[in-house]
């Protein structure tokens, strides 16, 4: 038995353990002459089935390596893959980029509408902001939970009930006139929207060949960041609805984004294959066994609490109970979770230790917490003062650069050489960027009418949301760049953890800088104050970089280049070291790593 190396990310299964065996480099060319070669599997990827290995099926998934060399008593992860080509490839990533707009965009398209539902359901100013967090805070926590869900079970069952039950829920809370009910509904839309973001990841590193999962993911992150800006303007048209009662314009809103999900949800029915999870030909019981119930409950009452305590502090003060209780516990819980963590072995753990020693894995997962705060920062702040002149329409329009111009690096960012985004300096120069333009503003004495919008607003929006959008596709396209493809989905879920925690912090640092002198919103020193905490924020995040952040070697081995294992009959030995003389040559997919050929 002989084990060749080719550059994929789809290994097939371990030697037995009779068989002797060596590594040797060799293109990934189909070998037609071996049963099952390239059975179900296309651009590049060779699968073939020794004698000794029959039971596995090369259909159903290819396993994982992790290590150069495998042995009989380490079992790879299994992950399926189900490879599509053409149009209804790239009407897959349609669907997850219009899901994850959707997302995002039920929680920063109704900061245009506070003022409104303030008013329709009662709300008091100080409460105001359950409006928002009332989605972010499930929808934050609960991603892990269901990356497990994707990792283990169908990642596609996940994404299309998600997608299905999020469209059903915005169509009633669009008819409430409770508050307490309205915050009930938004929370289980958080829920369900939270099921379709790994689910939507892990689909990717299944459905997509390896040469254009790096495209993939990068437009699908870029969708994220624009609906972060962009939302606030979709939002803006619907205010041009007049009407009130139950044909109010934040009503139709909900009734959009609900009606929107629905053909979203069965398109991908039709249109997404069938994947299995890592461990498909497990039984249930032995699924749930690796699900690590009690990690997911740690994790999501230590963020809970987290959450919750950040959003009391800013309602109720810091030195409430309300703030106190759950943040201090939110700790204890947290510290108690790695450590239930690093009693289990790799493949029960729902985040296994050695996740934390994947290269910039921490650091990525830290700088995320501060990559949101610009644009809630901004549109938050601006949107209740300037909706008490002018019409939320118009307020929709004067933010409208922001998602305009955080689209642009969807076609900037794939000119830029791979090395220039991997380097050290790219995302520094973007959140120094970013810090700057956020401070423009600053000297304009709150006032944005006429010449003012243009000098100082303008050029805030527009070359501050690119290099923040920049800076958001560049830090998930390097994270999934550091992880396996059988933790795509818990790993994506982590990050998107960091992302909405940190926007959650931002609105909860908001609500309380907006209130530090008199007069609330109204008065400009508390804008003016919140917008120096954004761009330390930032200059924060590039010293973290500099100073933290690891340049990959791109070296030619199974760990890092993370290449794929086969095996073959040892009689073609021989045969296949005759074509590999004087044939190899590096090459570098488009994840910027190199291989041999």
């Given at each position: 038995m002989t084990l060749i190396d080719i550059p994929t990310t789809r290994p097939a299964p371990a030697p037995t353990a009779s068989s002797s065996h060596t590594l040797i480099d060799t293109p990934a060319k189909p070998d037609k002459s071996v049963p099952g070669s390239l059975k179900g599997f296309q651009d590049g990827v060779e699968v073939v089935k020794s004698t000794e290995s029959d039971s596995h099926d090369p259909l159903s998934y290819a396993p994982v390596s992790s290590s150069p060399q495998l042995t009989s008593q380490q079992?790879?992860?299994?992950?399926?893959?189900?490879?599509?080509?053409?149009?209804?490839?790239?009407?897959?990533?349609?669907?997850?980029?219009?899901?994850?707009?959707?997302?995002?965009?039920?929680?920063?398209?109704?900061?245009?509408?506070?003022?409104?539902?303030?008013?329709?359901?009662?709300?008091?100013?100080?409460?105001?902001?359950?409006?928002?967090?009332?989605?972010?805070?499930?929808?934050?926590?609960?991603?892990?939970?269901?990356?497990?869900?994707?990792?283990?079970?169908?990642?596609k069952t996940s994404f299309v009930t998600g997608a299905a039950l999020l469209g059903l829920a915005c169509l009633i809370a669009s008819v409430l006139t409770d508050k307490y009910s309205y915050w009930a509904l938004r929370?289980?839309?958080?829920?369900?929207?939270?099921?379709?973001?790994?689910?939507?990841?892990?689909?990717?590193?299944?459905?997509f060949p390896?040469?254009?999962?790096?495209?993939?993911?990068?437009?699908?992150?870029?969708?994220?960041?624009?609906?972060?800006?962009?939302?606030?303007?979709?939002?803006?048209?619907?205010?041009?609805?007049?009407?009130?009662?139950?044909?109010?314009?934040?009503?139709?809103?909900?009734?959009?984004?609900?009606?929107?999900?629905?053909p979203i949800s069965i398109t991908a029915y039709l249109a997404i294959p069938k994947l299995h999870g890592a461990k498909s030909q497990a039984t249930?019981?032995?699924?749930?066994?690796?699900?690590?119930?009690?990690?997911c409950a740690i994790l999501l009452g230590s963020t809970l609490m987290f959450m919750i305590g950040l959003t009391m502090g800013g309602i109720n003060g810091w030195r409430s109970a309300s703030f106190l209780v759950p943040f201090l516990l939110s700790w204890p819980l947290g510290i108690s979770f790695f450590f239930w963590e690093k009693r289990l072995p790799d493949g029960c753990a729902l985040v296994p230790p050695s996740t934390w020693k994947l290269p910039n894995l921490p650091l990525l997962?830290?700088?995320?917490?501060?990559?949101?705060?610009?644009?809630?920062?901004?549109?938050?702040?601006?949107?209740?003062?300037?909706?008490?002149?002018?019409?939320?329409?118009?307020?929709?329009?004067?933010?409208?650069p922001q998602g305009i111009f955080s689209a642009l690096p969807m076609f900037v960012l794939p000119r830029i050489p791979q090395h220039v985004k991997a380097s050290r300096y790219f995302l520094p120069v973007c959140f120094t960027v970013s810090a700057a333009t956020v401070i423009v503003p600053i000297f304009s004495h709150g006032l944005w009418q006429g010449g003012a919008y243009w000098r100082w607003y303008f050029p805030s929006f527009a070359i501050g949301s690119f290099f923040c959008g920049c800076a958001f596709s560049g830090i998930n396209v390097?994270?999934?760049?550091?992880?396996?493809?059988?933790?795509?989905?818990?790993?994506?879920?982590?990050?998107?953890?960091?992302?909405?925690?940190?926007?959650?912090?931002?609105?909860?640092?908001?609500?309380?800088?907006?209130t530090v002198y008199p007069g609330e919103v109204n008065n400009f020193k508390n804008v003016q104050l919140s917008w120096w905490v954004c761009a330390g924020w930032y200059v924060l995040d590039t010293l973290i970089v500099l100073i933290g952040y690891r340049e990959i070697k791109r070296a030619v081995n199974d760990e890092e280049s993370g290449r794929s294992t086969l095996v073959i009959d040892s009689s073609e030995k021989e045969e296949k070291g005759r074509e590999m003389d004087g044939s190899e040559e590096k090459h570098e997919d488009e994840w910027g790593r190199s291989a041999s050929t």
């Open positions: 079992e790879p992860p299994q992950v399926p893959i189900a490879y599509v080509t053409g149009a209804k490839l790239w009407l897959i990533l349609v669907l997850f980029c219009m899901s994850v707009y959707i997302d995002v965009t039920c929680r920063s398209g109704v900061m245009i509408f506070i003022t409104a539902i303030s008013q329709d359901l009662d709300v008091p100013y100080v409460e105001s902001t359950w409006i928002i967090v009332a989605f972010a805070i499930p929808f934050a926590t609960l991603l892990p939970f269901f990356g497990r869900i994707a990792d283990l079970f169908s990642p929370g289980l839309s958080g829920v369900f929207a939270s099921a379709t973001v790994p689910a939507a990841y892990r689909l990717i590193l299944g459905v390896p040469h254009k999962q790096g495209t993939a993911i990068g437009v699908f992150a870029l969708f994220g960041s624009v609906a972060n800006a962009s939302g606030l303007v979709l939002a803006g048209l619907f205010a041009f609805i007049t009407t009130e009662g139950q044909m109010s314009a934040w009503r139709w809103f909900f009734r959009f984004v609900g009606i929107l999900s629905v249930l019981r032995e699924k749930w066994q690796q699900f690590d119930l009690i990690g997962l830290v700088v995320a917490v501060g990559i949101l705060p610009m644009w809630p920062g901004q549109a938050l702040p601006l949107s209740e003062r300037w909706e008490q002149v002018e019409s939320a329409a118009i307020v929709g329009l004067r933010l409208m390097l994270y999934m760049m550091a992880i396996p493809p059988e933790m795509a989905g818990v790993a994506s879920a982590l990050l998107q953890v960091a992302i909405q925690m940190g926007g959650t912090l931002t609105f909860t640092l908001q609500g309380a800088l907006l």
